[in-house]
Nanobody, 115 residues
């Protein structure tokens, strides 16, 4: 059974930083590509970025240069370091993994950027 648990969200001021974590179980984490998505209120869920099993990353243009995805295979944990946050980054953030053709999601963690 695949389980993804996000944490680290919260309220942050514009220009601030947060680091999200996603702990996983039920998968062989080290061989899986992983992804971060986000969904703002009233909008569709969008890809923030992803990371291959070998650590190659890809980012949406809206976060490139501000967000960094990393992984710790020993801890089966995915990270999202977010810097220079703005109100447009306010959303629920989800980690995700594709397993046998099905996309699996965590419960999400809320990030709110506001002064």
């Amino acid at each position: 059974q695949v389980r993804l648990v996000e944490s680290g969200g919260g309220l942050v001021q514009p220009g601030g930083s947060l680091r999200l974590s996603c702990t996983t179980s039920g998968i062989i984490f080290s061989i899986k590509a992983m992804a971060w998505y986000r969904q703002a209120a009233g909008k569709q869920r969008e890809l923030v970025g992803d990371i291959t099993s070998s650590g190659r990353t890809n980012y949406a243009d809206s976060v490139k240069g501000r967000f960094t995805i990393s992984r710790d295979n020993a801890k089966s944990t995915l990270y999202l370091q977010m810097n220079s946050l703005g109100p447009e980054d306010t959303a629920v953030y989800y980690c995700s993994v594709l397993v046998r053709g099905d996309r699996n999601w965590g419960q999400g963690t809320q990030v709110t950027v506001s002064s």
